[in-house]
């Protein structure tokens, strides 16, 4: 278990990270060509680093309304228009690959 990569391309599949707020997180291989594919500057990673925040005005997670999952990332302006979505299995907040727009 290690910190969080602040880029898409040093992510493995399946490993256990620790954000700078402390939570676990991983992410399926799936996830991980999405985000190589629409988060070039890494904002939905820093939002996953900072953790979850209010839902108005703030990068960060915040809850889903996606049936079956916990979280979601937001990024505002450039690449503010997909959400990267997640839920937690034991303790793990697990990115599956599942993404949608805003």
């Known amino acids: 278990m290690g910190d969080l990569p602040n880029n898409w391309t040093d992510i493995q599949a399946d490993i256990v990270y620790i954000s700078a707020n402390g939570l676990l997180v991983s992410f399926s291989s799936e996830q991980i060509k999405l985000g190589i594919k629409y988060d070039l500057n890494s904002k939905h990673l820093k939002a996953i680093h900072k953790g979850q925040v209010s839902a108005r005005g703030n990068v960060g997670l915040v ?9 979601k990332s937001k990024v505002l302006g450039k690449g503010g228009d997909k959400r990267f979505h997640a839920k937690f299995i034991d303790g793990v907040l697990h990115f599956p690959g599942w993404v949608t727009e805003h």
């Open 63 to 71: 809850a889903s309304q996606e049936e079956g999952f916990d979280l």
